[in-house]
């Protein structure tokens, strides 16, 4: 029980720290960032609010101004059941991309990381 609520707490601080700490958006042309907008709708993060690997992925996505759909496989029951039939297994950050009918699975924050500066750090 006091693990638990020391795991909540940690979470809670980990939130509010990204919170203040939030880095500012990437500034772009308004056409550059609607090819950005628009190569960013094959992508899905599946997370877990509080995780650490999951702040930091999303941070990222924030620096990058990628707007990518978020879902959380912790509280929603059918964005969890999609990760573990599709993606493979329960682990989080998942980035679900969807390019040229292709679907991949990609998992551990430092490769979605690495992948998104490749894709998206230049537009």
Request: charged fraction near 25%; aromatic fraction near 8%; charge should be positive.
């Amino acid at each position: 029980m006091f693990v638990k609520a020391l795991r909540v707490g940690l979470g809670q601080l980990i939130i509010f720290i990204d919170f203040i700490t939030r880095p500012s958006k990437k500034k772009r042309p308004a056409a550059a960032q609607a090819q950005v907008e628009s190569a960013a709708k094959g992508l899905t993060l599946y997370q877990f609010h509080a995780c650490p690997f999951c702040v930091k992925t999303r941070r990222t996505l924030r620096r990058l101004n990628v707007p990518v759909a978020l879902r959380d496989a912790k509280n929603n029951e059918q964005d969890r059941q999609t990760l573990l039939e599709q993606g493979g297994k329960i682990k989080v950050p998942c980035l679900r991309i969807e390019e040229n009918g292709q679907i991949t699975w990609m998992y551990e924050s430092k490769v979605i990381i690495d992948y998104l500066d490749k894709r998206f750090a230049a537009a």
